[in-house]
């Protein structure tokens, strides 16, 4: 049992030392700038360190968030599917190894069979009468490719890249679906603040009707007074509506990405006075390192390299070894014994000679999806760059766009105020009042606005560099041969 074991490794360790035809890979260069053109003072340079691994979204430093995220991970379809393609390509990857060792099958069979009296003779004037007799069969068959121009290595250096690519995979989907629920998320608290606003100014509007009502009544105030100040109350309950129906969407959108029937979920209102908290950006070579994306788009040009290689080894001969043997008998009784065994062993090498040029055209074939692949990588960094620009550029456009339309609120508010005292003075008409009315609801709600883009931005960046992922996580999801499989079906 030991030599049965040792022999088929040695002749492996044999082999791997052998030459594998074809490119060895290399990664290719990108374009990298030194430093972020949009990069501001409220980033440090350690992201590594400073964003949560596999939890980012601990940055924001709200419970609710952190618990939507968690049944995420626990229920999210699309989660579940990445997951089992990764399993998948795990086991193609064992399948692949499994190339490594010898085959060895065997085939059992008994039957009881009537030779016909009438069969054909070869040279012989014997008469033949029929023959009815038993045949029982313990065959055992082996074969091995001989791995001489790495055809199997490269096989299996494609299945490995294939699969590193599925757990970069993996990893940008629970990136891209944990950002698209935080971004919902804020959406939604950010809706939650603007129906407050938009019901303060209904409550706003509502006293000031009554106001112009109760002057109308005692003959100060016009009926055309009390028409426009009704209109903008109706108009204000109706953007309430709107919002409400907007709050419902996300709240949808929530569901699904938990893994729950929009029909049974609820999201109940509550306050948002979020702070978009300092996220660290490092530098941008980081980025090659850092996005899964990226890493996806890498493992695919390492797996079009092996594929290079396997089209230039179909130029090689292939040498497969081969025996079989067992034992044959008449009579199940005497089967194993040393009359009734029989054996074959051999070898089989076929070298193409000519097949219509197949085996050029896969070749170039190969090669044009590797370079393919590369176009795509390179495109990708790219891509990254940008989504990590717009996200810098965009916290510091909407900070101080948030800064100015604080005091654009608090100037709207001073402005209201004044034209209450003028119109109860009789110094103005009550246009005045409608028009700071509307002007300070609109304030509000854009400052409201501005707080939710500030804080999906903010969620948008730090997908954008990565969630605090890096490539480094893949590289244990790698399939060797191992001696068991040797005596594994």
Excluded at 471 to 486: F, N
């Amino acid at each position: 049992m030991k030599r049965s074991l040792l022999a088929p490794a040695l002749f492996a360790t044999a082999l791997l030392s052998g030459c594998a035809v074809g490119p060895r890979y290399q990664r290719p260069t990108a374009q990298v700038p030194a430093t972020w053109k949009g990069e501001g003072p409220w980033q440090t340079a350690a992201p590594k360190d400073a964003i949560p691994k596999g939890a980012w979204w601990q940055l924001f430093h709200d419970a609710e968030l952190d618990r939507l995220e968690q049944d995420l991970l626990r229920a999210n379809q699309s989660l579940a599917a990445a997951q089992d393609r990764l399993s998948q390509a795990r086991s193609l990857a064992r399948i692949a190894s499994s190339a490594y060792f010898p085959q060895l099958a065997a085939d059992p069979n008994g039957q009881r069979q009537r030779i016909s009296g009438n069969r054909p003779l070869s040279g012989s004037p014997i008469a033949t009468v029929p023959v009815t007799q038993n045949v029982f069969t313990l065959p055992f068959s082996a074969s091995y490719e001989v791995d001489l121009f790495g055809s199997v290595r490269r096989n299996l250096e494609a299945a490995n890249a294939s699969l590193q690519g599925s757990a970069a995979d993996l990893e940008n989907v629970r990136l891209v679906l944990t950002a698209e629920l935080a971004a919902d998320y804020f959406n939604l608290r950010e809706l939650d603040r603007e129906a407050g606003v938009v019901r303060q100014s209904v409550e706003i509007q509502q006293k000031g009707l009554d106001l112009v009502n109760n002057r109308h009544e005692g003959g100060v105030a016009s009926g055309l007074e009390v028409a426009q100040q009704a209109a903008l109350l109706d108009s204000t309950a109706t953007q309430l509506s709107l919002v409400e129906q907007q709050r419902a969407q996300y709240e949808h959108a929530i569901a699904v990405l938990v893994g729950k029937p929009a029909s049974t979920f609820t999201l109940a209102s509550a306050p948002f006075d979020a702070t978009p908290p300092p996220i660290p950006t490092g530098v941008p070579s980081e980025i090659l390192e850092r996005r899964p994306d990226v890493a996806t788009s890498e493992r695919q040009m390492a797996f079009e390299n092996a594929q290079v290689g396997l089209a230039t080894a179909a130029f090689y001969p292939h040498i497969t070894l081969s025996g079989s043997g067992g034992w044959e008998s008449r009579d199940i009784a005497t089967l194993v014994n040393a009359p009734s065994a029989f054996w074959s062993i051999g070898g089989d090498l076929l070298q193409p000679i000519f097949n219509g040029g197949r085996n050029r055209a896969t070749l170039a074939a190969t090669r044009a999806a590797y370079d393919e692949s590369i176009a795509n990588y390179r495109q990708s960094v790219l891509v990254a760059f940008q989504q990590v620009e717009d996200g810098l550029s965009g916290l510091a456009v909407l900070n101080q766009a948030a800064e100015t339309q604080r005091t654009a609120v608090a100037d709207s508010r001073r402005a209201l105020d004044i034209a209450n005292s003028r119109y109860v003075g009789g110094v103005t008409t009550y246009l005045d009042v409608i028009t700071a009315q509307t002007t300070l609801l609109n304030n509000e709600r854009l400052a409201t606005q501005l707080l939710g883009q500030q804080m999906v931005t903010s969620v948008y960046l730090v997908k954008a560099l990565g969630g605090g992922w890096d490539a480094s996580q893949i590289q244990q999801e790698q399939v060797r041969p191992t001696l068991v499989q040797a005596v594994q079906q």
